[in-house]
């Protein structure tokens, strides 16, 4: 009876880790302290930086006035 | 196309973390960079924009690898036939056709795709931005990807922006660019094509319309008679875009720019520059495309001293078909109807030359039928 007991209680605790653990991986991938994703999913932080770079690039036109008619 | 604003080029839906293809990776593993680094000016150290160019093997090629296998024969990777139409117009002079060469691929090929540019985000050729925010796209969007590049012939044909020119009959029926347009078509086949009309998974119009040469089809009889005569355009299609001369160079700054001259809206039949067991027709409908004698003259000087080996009147399959057309409302509508068809006349005289093979002589225009 023990030994049914214990393989039960055993079971259900593996099953519990199963059900959990089996759904976080592609979660955790990318939501871990991963800068690269906390800040590209943050428009408030990327609004920010874009602005900085434009302001350093604030001289530059970005592509040639130059260009004339439809390619 | 709706311009993106800086950081909506660049923002990633946080959904993209539960595809469970992709998302399961860390951005590193692709692009590069270091996500443990809080600067971002530091984590960005050797990111790579676009993974998929110029090689997708060691990214997309790790899953997709019978895709990415014949990758580099597709013409939108590859552009093969800007260089074979180059190359025999170039300079035999080995010094004069390595500049042409250099600058055919710093203009020319710049304007390629990749596996990234057409199912990521927006081609680089357009200034880039993510499509819905990094969620891949198994289909890409017509309007931000196929058009975004080929907008100023077949969006402004098939969509119906040209004044006066309705929308393609297809268009009406909502089909998008890739109802048409296969992923076998995009993704190569091993083949390298000296151009996409030869592209064994290129589109064909009776591939759809099967029946056409059959008594089931209407106007059977009129089809029938002038099968492997015409282009299905020749009769279906409206007038259409041509554009002349193409300059290019950098500025001061270093930028690439490019002129051309004014667009031109016309309609030509001409002879077929590339009849062959695939394209039997005789008469075809013809564009003129962006291209001079000087245009490479910012670098080199006389660099397409062959330049009339290839017509400047290019084979063309423009995207308005329309079921009833000017040229196709009676017989004598398009027979022994000259303005139809392109003339010594229409030519520009610096391009005769070239032109000789696809100018049709007053003698070879269909004569006037008894209806």
Not at chain 2, 112 to 137: I, M, N, T
Request: charged fraction near 25%; charge should be negative.
């Amino acid at each position: 009876m023990k030994a049914v007991r214990f393989a039960v209680v055993g079971g259900l605790i593996v099953s519990v880790c199963i059900l959990f653990l089996a759904g976080t991986p592609p979660i955790l991938s990318a939501q871990q302290e991963n800068h690269c994703f906390s800040c590209h999913t943050n428009p408030r932080k990327l609004i920010q930086i874009t602005r900085e770079i434009a302001r350093a690039n604030q001289d530059k036109p970005g592509a040639s006035i130059q260009t004339e008619g439809e390619g | 196309m709706t311009p993106l604003a800086p950081h909506e080029k660049i923002f990633v839906d946080s959904e993209f973390a539960e595809d469970e293809n992709h998302g399961t990776m860390g951005c590193e593993e692709c692009h590069g960079g270091d996500p443990n680094e809080p600067d971002w000016q530091k984590a960005h150290i050797d990111v790579v924009k676009d993974p998929s160019y110029p090689d997708p093997s060691f990214t997309c090629g790790l899953c997709h690898d019978d895709i990415t296998e014949h990758y580099q024969t597709s013409l939108h990777y590859s552009l093969a036939p800007f260089k074979k139409v180059i190359d025999k117009r170039a300079s035999d002079d080995k010094a004069v056709y390595t500049a042409v060469n250099d600058a055919r691929e710093a203009h020319c090929t710049s304007c390629h795709s990749s596996c990234g540019q057409c199912h990521v985000s927006r081609p680089d050729a357009v200034d880039g931005g993510l499509l819905e925010s990094h969620l891949f796209q198994r289909r890409p969007p017509m309007q931000t990807v196929c058009t975004a590049c080929h907008g100023s012939r077949v969006e402004k044909e098939y969509l119906g922006k040209n004044e006066g020119i309705p929308a393609d009959v297809h268009k009406k029926k909502y089909f998008k660019c890739t109802k048409c347009h296969s992923a076998y078509e995009m993704h190569g086949d091993g083949n390298e094509y000296a151009n996409r009309y030869e592209v064994q998974n290129a589109p064909t119009c009776i591939s759809c319309h099967e029946e056409i040469y059959t008594d089931a089809a209407e106007n059977a009889e009129q089809h029938r008679q002038h099968k492997d005569r015409l282009s299905c355009q020749v009769c279906h299609s409206m007038p259409y875009k041509n554009c002349t001369s193409c300059h290019f160079g950098t500025d001061k700054q270093g930028y690439k720019f490019f002129k051309t001259q004014a667009s031109t809206m016309a309609f030509k039949i001409g002879f077929n520059p590339l009849q062959s067991e695939r394209r039997p027709e005789k008469f075809v409908t013809l564009r003129h495309v962006p291209v001079d004698q000087d245009s490479f003259k910012f670098y080199v000087e006389n660099g397409l001293s062959n330049f009339d080996r290839v017509p400047t009147w290019k084979m063309a399959t423009p995207h308005n078909i329309q079921r009833k057309t000017p040229q196709n409302e009676s017989c004598n509508a398009c027979h022994g109807n000259e303005k139809l068809f392109l003339r010594e006349q229409d030519v520009e005289p610096k391009y005769a030359a070239a032109n000789q093979t696809v100018v049709v002589p007053a003698d070879q225009i269909p004569g006037k039928v008894s209806e």
